[in-house]
């Protein structure tokens, strides 16, 4: 069993920047494909950044193109997601899930195509 962990989360001024990380002790995570969701107070949850397994593409929501970047550490035991240019409608319960695969390219958009989730990690943009 997965067992993800988020962290980075916090208070920040609109226009701010945080950088979250899921990690799973102990485990590479480069045979997963990863992706780092939110939920806002009242509204569901919505995917925002993703990454495949392997060759990593990645895919972004249309509210955060060119604001975040996800990406791989080097060891490939974690997954970062850098946030820049944050606003109050990105505020949320952000998660991290994973999804183990054989293959490698594909990007999964959808909750139901994730086996293991994180706990989340608390965004407050406000000023």
């Known amino acids: 069993q997965l067992q993800l962990a988020e962290s980075g989360g916090g208070l920040v001024q609109p226009g701010g920047s945080l950088r979250l990380s899921c990690a799973a002790e102990?485990?590479?995570?480069?045979?997963?494909?990863i992706a780092w969701f939110r939920q806002a107070p009242g509204k569901e949850r919505e995917g925002v950044s993703f990454i495949s397994r392997d060759i990593d593409n990645t895919y972004y929501s249309s509210s955060v193109k060119g604001r975040f970047t996800i990406g791989r550490d080097d060891a490939k035991t974690s997954v970062y997601l850098f946030m820049n240019s944050l606003r109050p409608d990105d505020t949320g319960v952000y998660y991290c899930?994973?999804?183990?695969?054989?293959?490698?390219?594909?990007?999964?958009?959808?909750?139901?195509?994730?086996?293991?989730w994180g706990q989340g990690t608390q965004v407050t943009v406000s000023v």
């Open positions: 102990g485990v590479r995570l480069d045979y997963y494909a």
């Open positions: 899930a994973a999804k183990f695969i054989s293959g490698s390219g594909k990007i999964y958009h959808n909750v139901e195509d994730y086996d293991y």
